[in-house]
């Protein structure tokens, strides 16, 4: 057996790694417009046909490469961007394995041509399976153009997995805008068997290029966020609660100036969004993560979607608080008046990777950091989309209105200066009631309830080990578990609100997100989903006539609790009417 080992031949070798890397013609174009990018481009054409089955072609003004470049990077393990071990861990480039270009090259067709714009003419060089078939002197513009004709045409197997030209094409749109988000500096152009599907000229902010590409409609519903702390930074724009969406679709997360989808981002996410939006609604975000390259980990996987934190915990509070604390500045500006923040000492995330910051009016506030600046995280009142979360959080808004009265025994109608204000009663009950329960729930402790028969639960080692590790903040969280030998544990405890069933299911989800998370949420979480149902239970229907005094009442009640722009359930708990609406209404403009 020993005797037949032998090296793998080169092609082969590409072929594989090819399994990896291309996925579909997506991940081709992933790779071309990726290494543009990483070539300095501020101009990147691509045009596909027949959703890239039959060509994807992207051209760039970056640096192009001379001769030898133009032969090497064809090669396996060639690249510009990495020559030492050390380098690997503070990677300022999108490109690094120098495995994309023989890896597509291996089951395509290839043209590349290039010029350097000091040199008097380009190069070409055209491949097929992976041999360079033809080469020579070309001329070019200044920069590189790829063309990646039949994809897997030498390994039809692959070739049968791909699906229509319209899903293919999806995929690749899907791509684009990512890369676009990403880089609102750089312009973009997409084709589809010539149509021009994307369009996005060089701009200043990641606020006009979500408009662009997503629709200004879309970008109303959003407000900044930007947030440093230990060493990290957060920044970029996130969805009011009220600007929702049924899938995930449009939590847009870069770490870096790299798009990931990680489980501990979007977990943390919907940890800061918690009792904010309703039940199976996911939130939009564009989100930049900037962070030390030696504490994320981007290496894990080929197509570099998933990550690895040094610190899971850190990096997942980190989130949650900043979407949290953006959605309520004001809450923030209380808490954390007495103990000031350290200064951001993270390391300035390099320009290449900082997308432009959002909403002029904001910048104005934000030219120092956030944290030296308290009072003045409110958001800038003249910009329109920020009543429905932010405007609501002034001292005493809801006790300064001017009653008008009751419409239906079910909402109240005020005046504020000029706008007409309904405020939907059964819901600002609710949020009061749910943050008092919460408050008092907060002060006391979750209260456990001792079971009269133990009840010995069987773990893997993993989940054993992080048991051991989190005894104390299982105790506050109402559950006593000891430790019975082995990986076994004895429930001797849950929280008194639930049966011994709900306890011992809840506590295995609670030890599971700990392992794959280093956080859970899951208790807070079920206490959360129960004070909701008593909040809703304990507080005035609608249909229940107020009158002015209970009003006021109500009204100054809502001035003392946080996130009153919606009720636990996530539904709005005031509209606002502009005078020029209701003028626009009335045709009076
Ligand atoms: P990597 O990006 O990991 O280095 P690739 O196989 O994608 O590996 O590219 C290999 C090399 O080819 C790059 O390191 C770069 O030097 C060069 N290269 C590829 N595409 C371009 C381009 N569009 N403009 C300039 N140089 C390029
Ligand atoms: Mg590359």
């Known amino acids: 057996m020993s005797q037949d080992i032998h090296i793998l031949p080169e092609k082969l070798c590409n072929q594989i790694a090819a399994g990896e890397v291309v996925e579909r013609p997506a991940s081709v174009t992933k790779e071309l417009v990726e290494n543009s990018l990483d070539a300095g481009a501020t101009s990147i054409h691509i045009e596909v046909e027949r959703g890239g089955k039959r060509l994807v072609r992207v051209s760039d003004n970056g640096s192009g490469m001379g001769r030898e470049d133009a032969f090497l990077c064809v090669e396996r393990h060639a690249t510009s961007k990495l020559r030492s071990e050390e380098d ?34 380009g190069w070409e060089i055209y491949l097929e399976g992976g041999d360079v078939r033809r080469a020579g002197a070309a001329g070019a513009p200044v920069g590189t153009t790829i063309e990646v004709r039949n994809l897997f045409f030498n390994l039809p197997a692959r070739r049968k997995f791909l699906r229509r030209d319209e899903t293919e094409f999806g995929h690749i749109a899907d791509m684009v805008t990512k890369l676009a988000l990403a880089r609102p500096h750089i312009q973009f152009q997409l084709f589809h068997d010539g149509r021009l599907v994307i369009d996005v000229n060089r701009q200043k902010s990641l606020a006009e290029r979500v408009a662009d590409l997503l629709g200004t409609e879309l970008l109303k519903g959003l407000v900044p966020l930007d947030y440093s702390r ?59 993560l900037e962070m030390d390259p030696a504490l994320v980990d981007v290496n894990v996987h080929p197509t570099k979607h998933e990550v690895r934190f040094r610190d899971q915990a850190l990096v997942h509070d980190f989130i949650a608080a900043a979407v949290r604390e953006t959605l309520q500045p004001s809450s923030w500006a209380e808490a954390r008046s007495d103990t000031p923040a350290p200064p951001p000492s993270g390391p300035p995330a390099p320009q290449a990777f900082s997308p432009n910051r959002p909403v002029e009016s904001r910048e104005r506030v934000r030219e120092t950091p956030l944290i030296y600046h308290e009072k003045e995280i409110r958001p800038v009142p ?75 639960l069987d773990f893997d080692h993993r989940e054993a080990a992080v048991i051991g590790e989190h005894l104390a903040l299982l105790r506050q969280l109402g559950f006593e578990l000891d430790h019975f030998g082995g990986p076994s544990f004895a429930l001797k405890g849950v929280p008194r609100i639930l049966t011994t069933e709900e306890g011992e299911g809840l506590i295995r989800a609670v030890v599971g997100e700990l392992v794959s998370i280093g956080r859970s949420a899951l208790v807070e979480q079920a206490l959360d989903g129960l004070l909701t149902l008593m909040a809703c239970h304990r507080v005035v229907r609608a249909n229940q006539s ?44």
């Open 88 to 121: 690997l861990s503070c990677l300022q480039t999108l490109g690094f394995r120098g495995e994309a270009l023989p890896s597509i090259a291996a089951v395509s067709r290839m043209l590349l041509r290039t010029r350097m714009a000091d040199s008097m003419e």
């Open 230 to 288: 230990n060493g990290l930074r957060l920044q970029g724009l996130i969805s009011q609660p009220i600007t929702t969406r049924p899938t995930a679709n449009l939590m847009f997360t870069f770490i870096n100036g790299r798009y990931i989808r990680d489980r501990v981002v979007h977990h943390a996410l919907r940890e800061g969004y918690r009792n904010l939006i309703m039940k199976g609604r996911q939130p939009v975000v564009a989100l930049f």
């Open 382 to 456: 003249e910009a329109p989309f920020y009543f429905s979360t932010a405007e609501c959080d002034a001292t005493g808004f809801f006790g300064s209105l001017k009653v008008i009265g009751q419409y239906r025994n079910s909402y109240i109608l005020c005046q504020d200066e000029n706008d007409l204000l309904l405020i939907d009663q059964h819901a600002a009950h609710e949020r009061i009631a749910f943050e008092k329960l919460k408050l008092q729930h907060r002060e006391s402790g979750v209260e456990g309830q001792q079971l009269l028969f133990p009840l010995v």
């Open 546 to 589: 107020l009158n002015l005094s209970e009003i006021k009442a109500l009204l100054a009640e809502l001035d003392q609790v946080g996130f009153k722009a919606q009720c636990p359930h996530g539904r709005p708990v005031f509209k606002r009417l502009t005078l020029q609406e209701v003028e626009r209404m009335f045709k009076r403009t």
